[in-house]
């Protein structure tokens, strides 16, 4: 998962610089193409468009061989310190969801719109049963 972190922050960092150079007409306008989320068993795979303060657009399919979701949190600490239930997922009713939606039969795809309207540190996750302790979220920090 460090690998997904690392390139998610990569791609802020990268997005940040762009911002702060002021390219006209460009890099202040969000991407028009969505983000592709593949959700496999057990992590999920953002495409490279960056995800950024705003409206997103995401096309979330199910890669793996197995029913997945993907919903979203706001999240202000490490992920080790998140709230679990006594089975180990996520108390999602102590948490602030920014995205819901349905659960993906594998081959299965969802398109949606996710409004993340701050700066800071979104998790995207799959929370059925033991997938997030399965590892199966990714964190997204926008700047
Ligand atoms: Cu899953």
Redesign the pocket.
């Known amino acids: 998962m460090l690998q997904f972190r690392n390139r998610s922050a990569v791609i802020a960092v990268i997005f940040g610089a762009l911002g702060a150079v002021g390219l006209p007409g460009c890099a202040a306008d969000p991407p028009d193409g969505p983000t592709i989320a593949n959700?496999v068993d057990?992590h999920i795979d953002l495409s490279s468009t960056p995800v950024h303060v705003g409206s997103n657009k995401f096309v979330i399919r199910d890669e793996g061989g197995v029913e997945?979701?993907l919903i979203g949190f706001k999240i202000d600490g490490p992920v080790a310190d998140l709230p679990l239930t006594a089975d180990g997922n996520l108390d999602e009713e102590q948490m602030t969801n920014v995205t819901d939606g349905p659960n993906l039969a594998p081959g299965a795809e969802d398109a949606r719109t996710i409004e993340l309207t701050t700066a800071g540190t979104y998790l995207l996750v799959?929370n059925?049963p033991g997938?997030f302790k399965h590892g199966?979220y990714t964190v997204v920090t926008l700047p």
């Open positions: 959700l057990f997945h979701e799959c059925l997938h199966m």
